[in-house]
């Protein structure tokens, strides 16, 4: 089956400044990789998601990159804000939709 | 459209008892995941169902069994209550395979 790694597992930045968040999966196979945003007691909302057949999708100050010959992917958050603060997970497909999720990332964004 | 509804929103129950959650995914979204979330192991998944069919399941004990309705609404149930499964369910329902899954609120079940 997958494996999903997820680093950091948590991550302060600058009110401004980039953060960068990376997850690894075993799975060749695999042909989907969505991120999730969680705030606190929240649930779960995509945030941005990546098919295989591209390296690299933007959506304003979000970006996801995808490299399939390493297996890794990383979300790419550019001028931080406090209201992303937040838990942040990705996740890799087994079959049908069984979605192994990584361990997440707690970010915290300083004023 | 309604997003994803998940009764009841909070459960607390005594070890040894059994508790049955019920989710009702978006109109038209034929699979329905359900997912565990602890702060210890994370989204772990527990089973997918399609079409009335479970398609896929994770790695829990039998103890962790579900359902779909021809409506798509699903439950799942857990029997034998132990302290361990006090968590946020999570069940999430996709329009397609391999897409973007939205997420219900959850039940938060605390076992005592």
């Known amino acids: 089956g997958e494996n999903v790694e997820q680093h950091p597992s948590t991550l302060s930045v600058q009110e401004g400044d980039s953060a960068v968040i990376k997850c690894t999966y075993s799975?060749?196979?695999?042909?989907?990789f969505p991120w999730y945003k969680q705030e606190l007691g929240k649930r779960p909302q995509l945030i941005i998601d990546?098919?295989?057949?591209?390296g690299e999708k933007k959506d304003q100050r979000i970006a996801v990159t995808l490299n399939k010959t390493a297996k890794h992917f990383s979300l790419h958050i550019t001028e931080t804000q406090p209201e992303d603060s937040a838990v942040y997970f990705c996740?890799?497909?087994?079959?049908?939709?069984?979605?192994?999720f990584g361990t997440g990332t707690s970010l915290t964004v300083i004023p | 459209k309604a997003g994803v509804t998940q009764t009841p929103r909070y459960l607390i129950k005594t070890r040894g008892q059994q508790v049955t959650l019920s989710c009702s995914p978006i109109?038209?979204?034929?699979?329905v995941s359900w997912y565990q979330q602890t702060p210890g192991q994370g989204l772990q998944f527990l089973f997918e169902?399609?079409?009335?069919?479970?398609?896929n399941k994770g790695n829990f004990p039998g103890r962790f069994s579900g359902r779909q309705f021809s409506n798509s609404r699903s439950e799942m149930n857990v029997s034998t209550l132990e302290l361990g499964d006090s968590a946020l369910y999570l069940c999430?329902?996709?329009?397609?395979?391999?897409?973007?899954?939205?997420f219900g609120p959850g039940t938060r079940l605390t076992v005592l």
């Open positions: 999430a329902s996709s329009l397609l395979t391999g897409n973007e899954q939205f």
């Open positions: 799975d060749s196979a695999s042909n989907y």
């Open positions: 990546i098919r295989s057949n591209v």
């Open positions: 996740a890799a497909p087994n079959t049908g939709n069984q979605f192994y």
């Open positions: 109109s038209g979204h034929r699979s």
């Open positions: 169902y399609f079409s009335e069919t479970q398609r």
